[in-house]
């Protein structure tokens, strides 16, 4: 249950935290790199405080990133589970009545033959259709 927009919910959080970790640790890896390498006219005590400033623009865009991208895990997830309750369930209970109605034609069928076969007196030993298939 979420209390507000910018709450995670607890099936999410480990998702969320590792995708918020990753992305802090890349983010400020490659800050430090690009302070270090790249501006080199800074002095020592220039560079720290850009990466320090740096920083909290990295935490700002990871947040949002991790947010929206756990957002569209979650509607994903939403989705999937609606087509599947609505096509696929439905398909698979039609593919089940369809086998039962042919098991029922497959037994009528032989119970025909053996009531057939019982009115002229004639030996009957074809097996039932459940031992045919099994067999």
Do not use: C, H
Not at 25 to 48: H, K, M, P
């Amino acid at each position: 249950m979420r209390e507000s927009i910018w709450s995670i919910s607890p099936r999410w959080k480990t998702v969320y935290f590792f995708l918020f970790s990753v992305q802090s640790v890349l983010g400020t890896g490659l800050l430090s790199w690009y302070e270090t390498t790249q501006r080199t006219e800074d002095n020592a005590v220039e560079t720290i405080l850009a990466v320090i400033s740096g920083m909290a623009e990295v935490g700002v865009a990871t947040a949002v990133t991790t947010i929206v991208v756990t957002e569209v895990m979650q509607n994903v997830m939403v989705t999937g589970e609606y087509l599947r309750q609505k096509l696929v369930e439905p398909l698979k209970e039609r593919q089940r009545a369809e086998g039962r109605a042919e098991e029922r034609e497959a037994w009528e069928a032989w119970n025909r033959r053996r009531m057939a076969a019982e009115a002229e007196g004639k030996p009957f030993d074809e097996p039932p259709p459940s031992l045919r298939e099994n067999s």
